[in-house]
């Protein structure tokens, strides 16, 4: 059994990015921890407000539910302020994360694209290669870096952003879940053919499974392996 840590901004990045390849470590068996740094929309207030206890209450419900249909029970909400990780210092972020990495201890760490549009994905990237450097800590082997649908293609094209990955993990088995869990976040939803619909999450991961001749993957580029 391996331990298995996702470190993501905001609730429903498990999903989009890498709910495929999390349920499949769950059907293998390893232990899966989320950890779901950002509130995921307080941003779309006119001034920052922290969530109240409705909203609160929802998105724990929402994120509960879909975990569940991927095998998964166990997260931690941090709750930081959305798409304002920028008003907090690099230091106390990696420092936050550090704490859940050397907490539960994992083998392997996936986390977001550091090329990403979202300011909130760029430095929750960036925070967790700080948190997992391995002069930091001794478990961590694998850190992958996954890309998130309305986010990693909308970063332009700068060399430096571009997602190019190099592991691919098989998910057809787990398709069916994916698309299940993500239609638990309704209020993340939208019609297609905005990218963070539920056809077209199906479609890219088909779409990348036919890269590599094999009927739907989720796609990641390899950070760093220690073996």
């Known amino acids: 059994m391996k331990k298995i840590l996702a470190i993501v901004a905001h609730p429903d990045d498990e999903v989009i990015g890498l709910g495929g390849t999390l349920c499949k470590h769950r059907d293998d068996g390893d232990s899966v921890r989320v950890i779901i740094l950002g509130d995921g929309k307080s941003s779309r207030k006119d001034t920052y407000q922290k969530l109240n206890s409705k909203e609160l209450e929802r998105?724990?419900?929402?994120?509960?539910?879909?975990?569940?249909?991927?095998?998964?029970?166990?997260?931690?909400?941090?709750?930081?302020?959305?798409?304002?990780?920028?008003?907090?210092e690099m230091l106390d972020l990696a420092k936050l994360i550090s704490k859940h990495v050397q907490e539960f201890k994992p083998e392997t760490v996936y986390t977001h694209h550091f090329g990403d549009l979202n300011i909130d994905h760029q430095m929750c990237s960036e925070a967790t290669v700080i948190a997992c450097r391995?002069?930091?800590?001794?478990?961590?082997?694998?850190?992958?870096?996954?890309?998130?649908?309305?986010s990693t293609e909308m970063a332009g094209y700068r060399a430096m952003n571009v997602f190019l990955p190099n592991y691919f993990v098989n998910i057809e088995k787990q398709l069916t879940r994916k698309i299940e869990s993500m239609s638990c976040y309704s209020s993340e939803l939208?019609?297609?053919?905005?990218?963070?619909?539920?056809?077209?999450?199906?479609?890219?991961?088909?779409?990348?499974?036919t890269k590599i001749n094999t009927f739907a993957v989720e796609p990641f580029f390899l950070f760093r392996e220690i073996r």
């Not at 166990?74 to 907090?88: G, T, W, Y």
């Not at 391995?134 to 309305?150: A, C, Y």
């Not at 053919?193 to 499974?209: D, E, F, T, V």
């Open 190 to 209: 939208r019609n297609y053919p905005h990218p963070r619909s539920l056809k077209s999450i199906k479609i890219n991961a088909q779409l990348w499974g």
């Open 59 to 88: 998105s724990n419900t929402e994120t509960k539910i879909a975990l569940l249909k991927l095998g998964i029970t166990d997260f931690i909400k941090e709750f930081l302020p959305d798409n304002r990780f920028d008003s907090m």
């Open 134 to 150: 391995p002069t930091e800590n001794e478990t961590v082997k694998q850190v992958f870096m996954f890309e998130t649908l309305s």
